[in-house]
C-alpha cells in the first residue's frame, strides 16, 4: 500500500515565544517492511536552524531552533510512503516464549543482543502489577507469537478506549487500576506484560489509515497518530501487535519509529521562552495512492 501522509501541528501562545527549540519525530524511517520515497518537514516561522539526524534507535529526528518572536507555530510534515503487510509470520510455529528468553538473555547474536535492550523498564514502562496481569496467558511452552496475540485481545477486552483519564506521563499501574487510556496506555500496558516475563519488546509510533462509515464521506484531518507493541521472536523478527484494535498489524499501520516507550519517538518535544498558556492542534491525513 502507497499513502501520502500530511501531518500538521499547530501551537497557539498566550504570549509571544522569544525562542524555541523543538525535536520533532515527524518523519517515517524506512526498513524492511517499509520505505520512505519522499519526506519533508515545514515550518513557519522559518528557523534560525533546522537539521535532521538519526537517534540511537535509527529514527530519523528533526531539530529546530527558531529565534525570531511568535504567538503561533506550526510544523508541517508530509511523506510518501510504500507499506508491505507482514503476511509470513504464523503465530503458533514461533517458538516458545520460555525458548524467546533464554535466547535474549544469552545475547548470542547480534539481534538477540540488539533484542535484548528492550528486556527492561523505561519511563514510562513500569512493570509494578504487569507481571500479574499477564501470568494467567503464561502457560509452559506456548507459542510467542501467539501469547502476544492472546495479550493483544486481553487488553483491548479489559480496556476502555478513552481519552482525558490518562496523559503521556501516566503510569502502567495507574492504567491497570483504571481499566481505561488510549493507544500510548494500551502500547506500554503490552510493553510491561511482556518485559515482566523476560521478553524484548519495543514501543512503536506512527499512523494508522482509518475508514469512514459506509456511506459518509472521509473527513480531512481525522486521521491520528497512533502507537502499537512490536515483540521479537527469534524465528521471525519483530512482529507489531496493535491492542487498541486488536489485530497484528497489516499494510494500513505506518510507522515513524520506535523505542523503549513514547518518551523516545514522541511527535515533539522542545522548550520555550515566554509563551504563557498555550493550545495545541494535530490534524494528520493519511491518503492512499
Known amino acids: 500500500m502507497e499513502y501520502q501522509i500530511q501531518h500538521t501541528t499547530r501551537f497557539t501562545y498566550e504570549q509571544p515565544v522569544g525562542s524555541s527549540y523543538q525535536t520533532l519525530h515527524l518523519t517515517p524511517r524506512s526498513f524492511d517492511r517499509q520505505l520512505v520515497n519522499r519526506a519533508a518537514v515545514r515550518v513557519t516561522p522559518e528557523p534560525l536552524s533546522q537539521e535532521t539526524r538519526i537517534d ?14 511568535h504567538d503561533e507555530l506550526t510544523i508541517f510534515s508530509e511523506s510518501n510512503v510504500v507499506v508491505t503487510a507482514n503476511e509470513g509470520v504464523l503465530l503458533d510455529l514461533s517458538p516458545s516464549w520460555e525458548t524467546t528468553t533464554q535466547v535474549a538473555r544469552s545475547a548470542l547474536t547480534d539481534d538477540a543482543r540488539e533484542a535484548g535492550r528492550f528486556c527492561f523498564p523505561s519511563p514510562h514502562v513500569e512493570l509494578a502489577g504487569a507481571r500479574d496481569y499477564a501470568r494467567p496467558l503464561m502457560a509452559p511452552g506456548k507459542p510467542l507469537l501467539r501469547l502476544a496475540m492472546e495479550l493483544t485481545e486481553r487488553i483491548h477486552t479489559d ?20 481499566r481505561a487510556g488510549v493507544c500510548q496506555d494500551f502500547a506500554h500496558l503490552g ?26 464521506a472521509r473527513l ?19 512482529v507489531d501487535f496493535d491492542p ?14 520506535w523505542g523503549r516507550d513514547y518518551s523516545d519517538v514522541s511527535p515533539t518535544r522542545g522548550h520555550i521562552h515566554g509563551g504563557g498558556a498555550q493550545q495545541l492542534d494535530v490534524a494528520v491525513d493519511v491518503i492512499p495512492v
Not at 540511537?56 to 518572536?69: A, E, Q, W, Y
Not at 509510533?205 to 462509515?213: D, E, F, H, I
Not at 484531518?221 to 497512533?226: L, T
Open 56 to 69: 540511537f534507535f535509527g529514527n530519523s529526528v528533526t531539530d529546530l531552533f527558531i529565534r525570531n518572536p
Open 159 to 178: 480496556f476502555e478506549y478513552r481519552g482525558g483519564v490518562t496523559d503521556v506521563h501516566t503510569p502502567v499501574p495507574d492504567v491497570l487500576a483504571s
Open 191 to 216: 510493553l510491561a506484560c511482556l518485559r515482566a516475563w523476560g521478553l524484548p519488546a519495543r514501543y512503536v509510533s506512527g499512523y494508522l489509515l482509518t475508514r469512514p462509515p459506509e456511506g459518509q
Open 220 to 238: 480531512t484531518g481525522a486521521d491520528a497518530s497512533h502507537a502499537w507493541f512490536s515483540v521479537w521472536c527469534p524465528e521471525f523478527g519483530w
Open 244 to 257: 487498541t484494535n486488536n489485530l497484528k498489524t497489516h499494510a494500513e499501520h505506518i510507522t515513524i519509529g
